[in-house]
């Protein structure tokens, strides 16, 4: 049973418009979300993060969102750019002596 | 620091034969991580090591597989004997925690094909 699920495989959008990327979670002791960015024959690299006492965090271009009730969070990419073209992997932990859950990832297109 | 370092980068191989993965993880790191991909199954966890004592290996698929960490600089995960479905890309992560919002810093990967 998937801990970590992102149901969308890809995404298109134009350059410039808002990228959103959508994971569900079901572990409630999950307290670490992170999203990861990975292009073809590299390893994943770390994107942005949030704890589960947030809400909202913030990195330049990127916000992560993360609706513990409902057990979702999301990644805004904005504006995107053609070099976002990547896949992203959302993952989630527990506080201490868990390894991080990865998804399956979503590919992200964003054509100029 | 060079990061986290794999090889080989490709490895081919027939089935049966015996596949061996290796990794150095960042120096000061306690934490090492072999991860599989697929498309199928994402990104799994396969083993994790800490102070290279094996912590969890629920994610190892069967006992054709093993991982070793013999010291705090080098780790194998070793498939013996291959098989086609275990084609996929094998990543080493290290990290000097479990839960951190640093995340892990990932190496780039083995992309094994077994025919």
Redesign the interface.
Known sequence: DQQVK?NSPSLSVQEGRISILNCDYTNSMF??F?W?KKYP??????LI???SIKDKNEDGRFTVFLNKSAKHLSLHIVPSQPGDSAVY?C?A?????????????TTLSVSS | DAGVIQSPRHEVTEMGQEVTLRCKPISGHDYLFWYRQTMMRGLELLIYFNNNVPIDDSGMPEDRFSAKMPNASFSTLKIQPSEPRDSAVYFCASSSRTGTLSGYTFGSGTRLTVV
Do not use: N, R, V, W
Not at chain 1, 41 to 46: L, N, S
Not at chain 1, 93 to 105: D, M, N, P, V, W
């Open positions: 992102q307290d670490y992170l990861y024959a590299e390893g994943p690299t770390f993060s949030i704890s992997f993952a932990s527990a506080q201490a002596g868990t390894a991080l859950i990865f998804g399956k990832g």
